[in-house]
């Protein structure tokens, strides 16, 4: 029954996202056109004269050819519109993360608060559908990254390198990843071992990378203007305050994490550490009022905040199911 009610939670969540929400924002009928001409773009890797990617709002994007090729696929072989063919993948690929969601959280907490947990999550993902009118490839990249925090927390190194080459394909974001191997795992008897199985991710990563911005990266270039992004997005979060989409979305989580950091373990600890590292890059290159694009912080915050509000709640204190499966190093 529990895991029933688990995946009408999740199958009602995302058909409300994506046709109550979705359907008034990046699936609005007259921005239709203007998708199609971005999924041309990126298809064929090629601007008209004059113009930049920039301009079109796709900078960097012609480095995430996973999603459109997968996209241009279906549509191929299937007959079904383009229009029609992302929904799908953003509809299934938003399930799956709800789902992943819970299993992931559930290594760290009981039944109960990991409910909490994906419920907040599923209260915030409207603020994913705001600002932009085409970014296919998000839904499934933070389906990758909760797969490959699933792997990392049970030491399971194999898939979770094969998850983050999969995962930059999609959306290079994960290539830092890595990152958070090493802070999970060093310890003074293995130190060696451990910095090199790091550089051998970040070797793949990177690899995997650079061969996406050699075939496809005249869209990728360098983030300049770094002073004017951050004048941009203080003036963002100066004018709307308390309705500061990142706000409304971090600030809950953070707090509760705080309130638990002495009681979560060492893994929960490091990913809202390494959620907070992320952060700073994003802030600086990005437009930090799109949380479409800082999912993966959330989800890296989320067992060291579901900690803090076990112990909010004193009442609930069924062991988490990893407590009595083998545990990981850390």
């Not at 909490?116 to 999550?121: A, R, T, V």
């Not at 970014?135 to 998850?163: E, G, K, M, T």
């Not at 990563?205 to 050699?214: Q, V």
């Not at 638990?260 to 060492?266: I, P, Y």
Request: glycine share 6%.
């Amino acid at each position: 029954m529990r895991t029933i009610l688990l995946v009408v939670l999740a199958a009602v969540a995302t058909l409300i996202m994506q046709r109550y929400v979705g359907g008034e924002t990046i699936y609005a009928p007259e921005l239709a056109a203007r998708r199609d001409t971005a999924h041309q773009l990126l298809l064929t890797n090629q601007l008209p004269p004059g113009r930049t990617w920039s301009s079109y709002g796709l900078k960097g994007a012609s480095a995430r050819p996973a999603t459109i090729y997968l996209a241009e696929g279906i549509h191929s072989a299937l007959g079904v519109s383009l229009r029609k063919t992302y929904f799908l993948i953003d509809t299934l690929a938003l399930f799956a993360s709800l789902l992943g969601l819970f299993a992931f959280l559930r290594l760290f907490v009981s039944p109960a608060i990991a409910a909490y947990g994906l419920l907040y999550f599923c209260l915030v993902l409207p603020l994913t559908y705001a600002l932009h009118l085409f970014h296919p490839w998000d839904r499934l990249s933070v389906l990758f990254w909760i797969a490959a925090l699933y792997c990392l927390r049970l030491n399971r190194l194999a898939a979770f390198a094969l998850l983050l080459v999969a995962g930059i394909l999609v959306k290079y974001d994960m290539v830092l990843l890595p990152g958070l191997y090493f802070l999970v795992a060093i310890r003074k008897q293995n130190v060696a071992r451990t910095a090199l199985i790091t550089c051998g991710l970040f070797l793949l990563a990177f690899a995997t990378y650079a061969w996406l911005s050699a075939h496809f990266g005249a869209g990728v270039g360098p983030r300049n203007q770094v002073l004017k992004r951050i004048l941009i997005n203080l003036d963002y979060l100066r004018t709307e305050l308390l309705f500061y989409p990142p706000l409304l979305a971090f600030a809950l989580p953070v707090l509760l994490a705080m309130i638990g950091w002495r009681s979560a373990d060492h893994f929960a600890r490091v990913a809202a550490a390494f959620a907070g590292i992320l952060a700073i890059p994003l802030f600086l290159a990005t437009n930090f009022a799109e949380v479409r694009a800082e999912v993966p912080l959330l989800v890296l915050i989320l067992p060291a905040a579901l900690t803090g509000l076990r112990s909010v709640i004193p009442a609930e204190r069924e062991p988490p199911r990893s407590a009595t499966a083998s545990p990981p190093p850390w």
